[in-house]
């Protein structure tokens, strides 16, 4: 029965939904996989949903009120912000899926990607709240403005300076401590900091046992 019913139903696929916009005016707004349904290779697309009903939750309590007493304007408003504030962020974990992928199906078997992990690692340990893994953001964060959006900018910036503090060195054991952790701190206070302040980003919030608050504060910075 096994046998028949595997070889009876055609293979499914794996596909990723971007819309160029979530909303019509006030009448109608995609929230989900209805307006951004991604790959699994992050395991995000659940909790990327949930953060659609926090942020549409927290926006029409602020613009729109009761629902008895909201108006088209003001519906129009938190649909027309809805839209700017998700989009970046869902295209951006999207995007994220779909490297990670890339990641677990041939870089793990890189030496020298293995060997950049193990010097993240490294700075991550060292100096947690200015240098955080994109997974570390993605996974843990939200709050403090480490948005998805966030985490895939700040990322392409780490990776940057974890090749330049491993060119030149042979992916190997041991070779990830010969890593100055000095020059790994100027590099971030050089290239790093400032993207996170012009972020507003506090990267003391990216830590799994923080609770969620029952109000999300809105990202002060519109990406």
Same mark, same amino acid.
């Given at each position: 029965?096994?046998?028949?019913?595997?070889?009876?139903?055609?293979?499914?696929?794996?596909?990723?939904?971007?819309?160029?916009?979530?909303?019509?005016?006030?009448?109608?707004?995609?929230?989900?996989?209805?307006? =951004?349904?991604?790959t699994p290779f992050f395991g995000q697309g659940t909790n990327c949903s949930f953060e659609d009903c926090l942020v549409l939750s927290?926006?029409?309590?602020? =613009?729109?009120?009761?629902?008895?007493?909201?108006?088209?304007?003001?519906?129009?408003?938190?649909?027309?912000?809805?839209?700017?504030?998700?989009?970046?962020?869902?295209?951006?974990?999207?995007?994220?899926?779909? @490297?990670?992928?890339?990641?677990?199906?041939?870089?793990?078997?890189?030496?020298?990607?293995?060997?950049?992990?193990?010097?993240?690692?490294?700075i991550e340990n060292t100096y947690p709240e200015q240098f955080r893994s994109r997974y570390a953001?993605?996974?843990?964060?939200?709050?403090?403005?480490?948005?998805?959006?966030?985490?895939?900018?700040?990322?392409?910036?780490?990776?940057?300076?974890?090749? @330049?503090?491993?060119?030149?060195?042979?992916?190997?054991?041991?070779?990830?401590?010969?890593?100055?952790?000095?020059?790994?701190?100027?590099?971030?206070? @050089?290239?790093?900091?400032?993207?996170?302040?012009?972020?507003?980003?506090?990267?003391?919030?990216?830590?799994?046992?923080?609770?969620?608050?029952?109000?999300?504060?809105?990202?002060?910075?519109?990406?």
């Open positions: 029965m096994v046998a028949k019913q595997f070889g009876d139903n055609p293979e499914g696929f794996l596909g990723t939904v971007r819309a160029n916009k979530f909303n019509h005016k006030d009448k109608v707004m995609l929230l989900g996989d209805a307006a =951004h349904a991604i927290t926006l029409w309590d602020l =613009h729109a009120g009761p629902p008895d007493t909201a108006t088209q304007e003001n519906v129009s408003m938190v649909f027309e912000e809805f839209d700017r504030m998700r989009r970046p962020s869902s295209n951006a974990i999207a995007d994220m899926a779909l @490297e990670n992928f890339d990641e677990m199906m041939v870089k793990v078997a890189d030496p020298r990607f293995n060997l950049q992990k193990e010097v993240e690692n490294r953001m993605v996974c843990y964060g939200g709050l403090g403005n480490v948005t998805y959006k966030a985490a895939f900018d700040l990322g392409a910036i780490q990776k940057d300076i974890l090749v @330049e503090l491993t060119k030149g060195l042979e992916p190997g054991p041991g070779q990830a401590e010969k890593v100055s952790m000095d020059t790994a701190l100027r590099l971030i206070q @050089e290239r790093l900091v400032p993207a996170q302040k012009a972020l507003e980003i506090d990267l003391s919030t990216v830590n799994h046992e923080l609770e969620v608050p029952e109000k999300m504060a809105l990202p002060r910075a519109r990406l």
